[in-house]
């Protein structure tokens, strides 16, 4: 049986769903009367594996830290190259290049994996992490078919109950301080382009929307740039349609989006699998709760891969984006509970 735990942020209780993830479905079921969770590979539009739970539990976080439970796969991490810190400059650089030539608001989103031989105690992992996030998605996968997924996700991609439905601009990475400076000019361009592109789709879907005033979002001890964008209900019949259209959206692909994806194909050498997919839970309420899996890593009973990226404009610096992959990484890295 595969198994699904997740916490949403700002609640006290976790969920535990098993069952058994479908084949990959076409579309993502925007109007389900069931409970479901997405789960979905990067730039794969409305497609995603699904998993529609046989049996679900739901527990408090005080007494979900009493319960003992037992994790494996048979699914092993297979043997990626990966590029150090020389390649990943090199790469950045390359980027920095093809931006510098290009004409008008133009980025691409850049992304590489890092191996560790080490184990890890998924639940301790999972329980540590929601403590540690509670402004995220905390979520663990353990499928037969699709490995172990363990992240802490802070961007949503879109949210939808019967109140409204929300997506959201978010883009821009630095180090929290408290005696923090104004957002640089490169971090602003990144997420305005990120803000733009969902603006411009909506319009282009005669979609009505809102966008509240642009904030500073911490999650850890990182902080990003978020711009929420509310869409009416009456628009619901829509849901297919934005997903389509934004999924992935320039945070992690890059604009224009065809040539970010191209270049990304090209030159980036990473199977990204369900890093930077779309995740989350549709509940009973047709509440739908979708995130873009950041901040996660894959794994399997001897091995870690984290995966991190960033924007990459002709402003960048490459080893400042090398920093900022690696501060992504130990985030995460360091709530992580040994096994034994």
């Not at 997740?6 to 925007?30: C, M, R, V, Y």
């Not at 389900?32 to 539990?57: D, H, M, R």
């Not at 802490?152 to 929290?176: C, H, M, N, V, Y």
């Amino acid at each position: 049986m595969d198994q699904v735990f997740f916490k949403l942020p700002g609640e006290d209780n976790i969920k535990h769903w098993t069952g058994h993830f479908s084949l990959q479905a076409e579309e993502i079921p925007s109007h389900s009367k069931e409970q479901v969770f997405i789960f979905g590979k990067f730039n794969e539009g409305t497609k995603a594996f699904l998993l529609y739970p046989e049996e679900s539990k739901q527990n408090s976080f005080e007494q979900f830290t009493e319960i003992q439970l037992q994790i494996s796969t048979s699914k092993h991490l297979r043997s990626e190259a990966e590029k150090n810190e020389a390649d990943y400059i090199k790469l950045i650089a390359k980027a920095v290049n093809w931006q510098s030539k290009k004409s008008g608001n133009s980025k691409v989103v850049l992304a590489r994996s890092e191996t560790q031989s080490i184990s890890i105690n998924a639940i301790e992992s999972f329980r540590r992490f929601c403590e540690s996030f509670p402004k995220a998605l905390v979520s663990l996968v353990v499928s037969k078919d699709h490995g172990c997924w363990l992240g802490a996700s802070p961007e949503i991609f879109l949210k939808a109950d019967s109140t409204g439905i929300s997506t959201f601009s978010l883009a821009g990475t630095r180090k929290a301080n408290e005696n923090q400076q104004p957002w640089g000019t490169k971090e602003i361009r990144e997420q305005q382009l990120v803000t733009q592109f969902i603006e411009d789709n909506l319009n282009r879907l005669m979609v009505d929307f809102k966008a509240k005033e642009t904030e500073t979002l911490r999650i850890g001890e990182l902080e990003h740039i978020l711009t929420r964008i509310e869409i009416e209900t009456h628009q619901k019949n829509k849901l297919s349609e934005i997903i389509e259209a934004l999924n992935p959206t320039p945070a992690v692909c890059g604009l224009p989006k065809q040539e970010a994806i191209q270049f990304i194909e090209e030159e980036e050498g990473l199977k990204r699998e369900f890093y930077a997919g779309l995740i989350g839970p549709i509940l009973t309420n047709n509440e739908i709760h979708l995130y873009v899996n950041l901040r996660c890593l894959s794994f399997d009973e001897k091995q870690i891969r984290q995966f991190a990226g960033g924007g990459i404009t002709s402003e960048s610096d490459p080893e400042k984006e090398w920093e900022e992959t690696k501060n992504k990484m130990a985030l995460t890295r360091k709530k992580l509970v040994l096994g034994s």
